[in-house]
């Protein structure tokens, strides 16, 4: 346990993980202003990421304390992650491939921010 503790720890690991939060930061900021989400910044605040989230697919910032419910904080990933796909008209493909397996979650994440092909056909009352 020590040796995964300190792995995660090491100065290689945690510049990797900064390099992360930082790529990801940016591309929810983008995916806000696609959606034109109000208050973009909260993109760099790792908790309040949340409320981007939840705005993008238009709901209350307040649904996230619903995420501290055991078991249905999975399930409630799972459908708010399938209407954040719906809301960018992404194929039932990728959106079963992103859920599914994390790592094309990921990548897909970063190029529906960066695509000018996706755009945001969702509605949010939390627009400008």
Known sequence: MY???????SKPAVIIEIINYIIFSIAWCKLCEKANVRNQWLAFT???????????IDRSGW???LLMI???????????FTEFYNSFNIKKLWIVLSIVIY??????MLYMAYSEKIDYIGGSSYRY
């Not at 790792?46 to 705005?55: D, H, R």
């Not at 055991?70 to 708010?80: A, E, F, H, K, R």
């Open 3 to 9: 040796n995964i503790f300190y792995l995660m720890t």
């Open 46 to 56: 790792p908790f309040l990421q949340i409320i981007v989230f939840l705005n993008i």
């Open 63 to 65: 649904y996230g304390l």
């Open 70 to 80: 055991p078991i249905v904080n999975i399930v409630l990933m799972i459908v708010w």
């Open 103 to 108: 790592p094309i979650g990921c990548i897909y």
